[in-house]
């Protein structure tokens, strides 16, 4: 289960792992930089919601499909982010995000968690 403070709203379309599109998911990430050095890559765990209120229940998450294999968790060039740290990694995220699924970054809303 991924433990951070915060989510982020998605304004698009995302295809889930049973061949469904969702509209305006929640997605939620946790990205880590461990073995960077050696491979270059940040390595990301994420969980994608129906909604913000299923998200708020506790419902259950899925994962997406993409080029028609499911998404378990996935990599992401840390030279694409290159100020990647404590203080930018949640706006660094959102890029992520967005390159990621296919979406544009104006379309990837940060949400801190009270």
Request: glycine fraction near 8%.
């Amino acid at each position: 289960m991924i433990k951070n403070k915060e989510y982020y709203k998605i304004t698009g379309e995302v295809n889930a792992d049973y061949g469904v599109t969702v509209t305006d998911p929640i997605i939620k990430v946790f990205v880590t930089a461990q073995g960077v050095e050696d491979t270059g890559l940040l390595q990301a765990e994420y969980n994608i919601y129906y909604s913000e209120d299923n998200y708020l229940n506790g419902d259950y998450f899925f994962k997406a499909s993409k080029d028609g294999e499911r998404m378990i968790n996935f990599t992401y060039p840390i030279a694409d982010v290159p100020n990647w740290g404590y203080q930018t990694y949640k706006d660094d995220q959102k890029k992520i995000i967005a390159d990621t699924f296919g979406l544009d970054v104006a379309n990837v809303e940060l949400v801190n968690e009270d």
